[in-house]
């Protein structure tokens, strides 16, 4: 089976796409998917996961590193860069299982000849801060090779410049590169070391130092001879003031820069290219799903599970991941619900830890949460729609800009789209179910439970004609249609809140009733329990039709203009126009930006009846644009789920391709949006395993309802529950489930719609169709 | 004292607001202020009160009858008409006191000699039907002279056509236009009838009659003989299927026009002017208001009363004034907030009994009212913001067109402005407390309050949190801001329903139990009394900010951005921009489009101190854009009660003078906007009389604090109050206060914050400050 991605040919059209899809990374750093010799005009970056920094009034975004592993050959004075000379040859490629990137390209020589160029590199996920290159180059005469290598003190930046002070040395052999971020003086530091393959050819090396500010570049030259291969190996580390942060007594990140690289190149490429692949086996071990029958979706869902792998923050639970991974600083480098939603699911099932950082990260920004709830008035905890290292609210309130008039157009995103709240509660509560861990509530997960739901009793309205409380002026996933009142999936969500909070109360009193007590003492004046309680029984959630069985969007949603979606774009003036907003072609018609309802049915799938979501995924599906990457996967599921496994998996492979193909927006005007897309990438993970293979747990039993696309066999993957590892395979006629000898409790497993049996540890369960 | 509008010359580019600022009319129709040569391209008109028709899916609008005045002469074959030839000398004016246009207009005639042309024309005050006209002509050589006179059937419309089955005839020297309308089939009948002045001249008459569709035309030819002059007179009277509604004995439309032309030439037309003057004599003797010592004031104020006068309803209970009068079908001529707001207090004071026939239009739309309630999913009455014949809501849900893309952009006048319920409420309480009249109450007035509080009560919601009723997403005065919640004015409005809502139930029980137990019982599963004290004790009204006394407009107002009418403007990039809407200029700052807060510091100013005015005064003054012309004459009205009349005087002079200089906006795109501005008018004598002469009555005793500009020496006015006629005089040192003999009761003044005193009939009184 095939693990990797490449392409044979040079096409400048596909830097920025490619950028996207060769991407390396370890959850610490990203590094773009760009050849050696980019600069920042390619948009080489080395993106910093959870360093953050504003430049003047401008958006807040991360903070790119200096580049250690930029390299420029030349020979005979020529520059052999795909940048300025056409390849005569030419491969990128990515394996997938071991997160290597390599690109081989072969230049014609002035005078005759050819020069093959190679370069392997990884980002360590054995040693997070470090990155590590091995080249060769061989030529087929005597030429003088020229290598331009060092740090690229030249940073990408959307809203910049982020780094100061920004400058270089160079000490035995290492190159130093330090700056400090403009708004919180981080120190940022990057150092390099370079080896040569053999002791003979570094004594043929002839190097020149050239520091300018924060760019180090060494200028070697070789007399190379033909025939012969010279190897070369690079040796970058990137620290920052946040790492080792409260430790004093720790050297500071330059120090431990150059101590990095020291110690890597003691080590050696090939000893640190196996512990990084032996973390990758680990990794893939704990995750790989295996999709029998179907190359085509195998390869998009193991390359989406990839995305996920790469950004994972396996290091720290104060940093999240943003909604464009750490591709680059689109979207301000911020953590929207696309984790909690779409994400966590994939880690939920595949390592818990990780799952579990995710989580501490709102916990560690639940204070912002509650300033952005004081700020508009509220109670409790209303997160931030774009979340940074702080949890306060990154989202701007002008948006977009107006293609017509070029101004800033007002939108809602920030103050109105309040089911972030819920979407981290169910986050939590997901990962308690999952894992039994109701640590987690102890350790401030029961505060920013409570928080929330006390946030949404502050926001909510009582209704005394109706006799129930609302949500009212709210925007829901469809961004299209900003200030509605009782958006179904919002008040879905916060429905679940409530109960949450109720529930947590519950678990806590029993588990930790000192913990318990302390925070039921500070809600002593209210809204607390009993508010909940009474704001549940009277909790206004738009159910279906009697007649049709169709849920409305939203109150009046049914009253919006109801044309196709193909009439609405024959509207269209302006190619970049924005569909939400003002004025926005969409806004006074019946067209979805994304799944909004059907995300509902969805999550609550136990609650409505197949019936009722057959009839409401036909409903909204073609009055869906799809103008979110978070949109296709839940059609995949809900199509999954009514039987449909057909319908849903256009949608799936859609959601799959998403960063293989490119073909999202890269740029709006001049602004790049493009980069990865993990939540897509989340998407595509939960169609296969929570849609087509149907697997549902609930904390007690593990269900599995398969519902496999035609052209599959069997989907198999290994699962985390309560602690407990267990593989599964599934078809259309047998379920096998097989628990690990070590874990330590049995779970139960129901298949096809039968009883439910108990696993053992070690055990094999048949469960059969 | 100069009654006379008028100007000398012809200038083609006035034709158009002089069309509106030499209008007559008398309530039941309106005739533009046209020369008689014009046709429906220079918007010649005969609008038509409370007659509507629907032509497709364009808008309803007003029925324009055919023009029975029209009138074309010639000399020798040559059209003597301004739109053909340029005249030598040309006057047009309008004599305010009795409402009696005049033009005069001298041509040179080819081969030498000049004709002069006089047409003077009225609409009877006294025969509400009637238009009658008289002509001379003058010429200094011999000529052929030909009139083209008769009816002209070609209609402007905005929304057309209207008319249809449109047929004409001849019988007895009348002519008759007849058709019937589109939508409800209402006949529309027009008939003409000329007579010339002596029988000589009517001998020398040869007439050709010429009939085509709804036009019908004579060509009279006469050999005129330099030096004499020719005389005839004009007779036309309008008929409609909704005149005698209800009496099938009646004639038909066509019959009672002919028959009335017959009778009008019976009469003749000194006599019938001599009727219309003495009406209108009665018509300024209970309405005059006299300023001394500002004779540009006293004109300005005088076109304003006359403005009111030929459009008030008169006859009919079942229509009302439309925001643009009978200038027009602009604005649908729709019934808005404007009357009971900007013109009842001028019929208050003068005419009691207009007052009540506007008030009546509501309660005999109540059902309208109470349709819409029950469209948006509300209880009780939510009047119509553009109210026709049914009281259905004429107003549409796209309102502007964009600019930028030609498209209709969504606002929310009809969905949010719910204030317009309150108005009514307001006016009809209004008109209790100034006439005593409460059977209005038990004629419907009743319902129509309590529907209006079911209304609110059914809007409002209850915030558990600050355990208060709000009123969220509504509109107020300041349409810039769409969709805001606790607007200010409104809840204030909001609350003053409640009271009057309770207040209504006192009454009734006392003066009419069998009525109030009536509808009580239809209330009895409410919300009914109970709910609305309820609602009332625990309504939030924004109140002024304890440190800087500024009411805020709305929720969360100041945090829009602050910036200054200036600056807004010059980001302004079409000339004819919608500053609100989806993304309009304003909507994101603080720069409003009229007085909002400012108008309910007029409307409840016994509730703010007197340093609250004026800092809000202050506050919104310089943010206030006046993008509407209900705009400045409350910022007059409250510089006045701030003891501050010459901050007041310019925007009362520009209130006054709106429909003399013509300076507001005419079109919008190709579109017409222009007409008449009743609600400025009615504002300009509320400037004067309720401001600068610092009347109040509030039901026991009329307050005056006269607030006088500069200029100005006295106010002397008559007005009605309870029923019993008092004239008014006002100046900075005394005021005189004389009860005419026949009053029945005395009612009690108190001037200059002194004490009251009791002012029986046939007494004056004397204040002295």
Redesign the interface.
């Known amino acids: 089976m095939d693990w990797k991605v490449s392409e044979c040919g040079f096409d400048a059209g596909r830097m920025t796409t490619n950028g996207n899809k060769y991407m390396i990374g370890n959850g610490y750093m990203g590094y773009r998917g760009v050849l050696e010799e980019y600069g920042k005009d390619q948009l080489a970056a080395v993106t910093l996961a959870g360093v953050y920094d504003r430049a003047g009034d401008k958006w807040r975004e991360p903070v790119n590193a200096p580049n250690g592993l930029y390299t420029v050959i030349s020979c005979d004075g020529e520059v052999l860069s795909v940048l300025e000379t056409e390849p005569l040859a030419h491969t990128q490629s990515l394996d997938l299982r071991t997160a290597v990137h390599r690109r081989e390209t072969m230049f014609d020589i002035r005078g005759g000849g050819r020069v093959t160029l190679t370069a392997e590199r990884f980002v360590s996920m054995n040693q997070l801060h470090l990155l590590a290159a091995r080249w060769t180059l061989h030529c087929t005469v005597d030429c003088r090779i020229g290598i331009m290598t060092g740090i690229d003190g030249a940073i990408w930046d959307i809203n910049g410049p982020h780094l100061f002070e920004q400058q270089s040395s160079s000490a035995g052999g290492v190159l130093l590169s330090t700056a400090v971020t403009g708004e919180l003086g981080q120190q940022v530091a990057v150092a390099e070391l370079i080896a040569f393959g053999t002791a003979e050819q570094a004594k043929r090396v002839d190097a020149v130092i050239e520091l300018d500010g924060g760019t180090a570049l060494r200028h070697i030259s070789i007399e190379a001879k033909a025939g012969e291969t010279y190897t070369w190996c690079k040796y970058a580390a990137v620290f920052t003031g946040l790492d080792g942060e409260g430790d004093p007594e720790e050297d500071g990140p330059d120090e431990r820069a150059v101590q990095t690289v020291q110690e890597a190149a003691a080590t050696g490429y090939g000893g640190l290219l196996e512990a990084h692949r032996r973390k990758w086996a680990e990794r893939w071990s704990r995750s790989d799903c295996v999709i029998e029958g179907d190359d085509e979706a195998q390869f998009a869902l193991r390359f989406s599970m990839y995305q996920l792998l790469i950004i994972a923050p396996t290091l720290s639970e104060k940093v999240s991941i943003p909604a464009r991974g750490l591709s680059g600083q689109v979207y301000k480098g911020a953590v929207f619900w696309d984790t909690e939603m779409f994400m966590l699911p994939f880690f939920l099932h595949s390592d818990p830890e990780i799952a579990r950082n995710l989580m501490m990260y709102r916990i560690h920004t639940l204070d912002g949460a509650r300033r952005k709830a004081e700020e508009y008035g509220y109670?409790g905890a209303f997160y931030a729609w774009e979340s940074q290292d702080s949890g306060d609210d990154a989202c701007t309130?002008?948006n977009v800009n107006?293609v017509?008039?070029g101004?800033p157009?007002?939108t809602y995103f920030r103050d109105k789209q309040i089911h972030i709240s819920a979407d981290v509660v169910h986050g939590l509560w997901q990962y308690v179910t999952f894992t039994g861990d109701d640590s987690i509530l102890a350790d401030g997960g029961a505060e920013v439970i409570w928080e929330c739901a006390r946030f949404f009793?502050?926001y909510?309205?009582?209704?005394?004609?109706k006799q129930r409380y609302?949500l009212?002026?709210v925007t829901g996933p469809d961004e299209y249609h900003e200030?509605v009142?009782n958006n179904a999936f919002t008040s879905a969500m916060v429905q679940e809140t409530l109960k949450i909070a109720l529930q947590t109360a519950e678990r806590l009193q029993d588990k930790y009733p000192a913990v318990y007590n302390g925070l039921a003492e500070s809600y002593a004046d209210g809204?607390f329990l009993d508010?909940f309680t009474d704001m549940l029984a009277q909790l206004y959630v738009p159910q279906p039709d009697p007649n049709t069985l169709v849920i409305e969007q939203f109150g009046r949603y049914l009253q919006l203009e109801d044309v196709s979606l193909a009439e609405l774009k024959a509207?269209v003036?302006h190619p970049n126009e924005y569909f939400g907003?003002?004025?926005?072609l969409a806004?006074?018609t019946g067209i979805l930006k994304q799944a909004d309802v059907v995300l509902m049915l969805y999550l609550f799938k136990g609650q409505f009846s197949k019936d009722v979501k057959r009839v409401n995924w036909e409903f909204y599906e073609p009055r869906t644009e799809h103008g979110s990457s978070l949109s296709a996967c839940i059609y995949a599921l809900v199509a999954a789920d009514i039987g449909l496994p057909d319908w849903g998996y256009p949608y799936f492979m859609r959601t799959a391709t998403v960063d293989l193909t490119g073909e999202s927006k890269q740029y709006v005007g001049d602004l790049y949006i493009g980069g990865t897309h993990p939540a897509a990438n989340g998407g595509a993970w939960m169609a296969v395993v929570l849609g087509f293979a149907g697997l549902q747990y609930d904390g007690e039993s593990a269900i599995l309802n398969p519902s496999l696309p035609q052209a599959w066999e069997s989907v198999e993957l290994p699962v985390v529950l309560r602690g407990g590892s267990f593989r599964l395979r599934i078809s259309r006629e047998e379920i096998t489930v097989t628990a690990a000898e070590g874990n330590s409790e049995a779970v139960t497993f129901a298949g096809f719609g039968g009883e439910a049996e108990l696993c053992p540890p070690g055990m094999q369960l048949r469960l059969r169709a």
């Open positions: 109670l309130l002008f107006d017509f008039t101004r157009m007002r009793y502050s909510a309205y009582y209704n005394p004609v609302e009212l002026d200030r009142n809204p508010e509207r003036i907003g003002g004025n926005g806004t006074t």
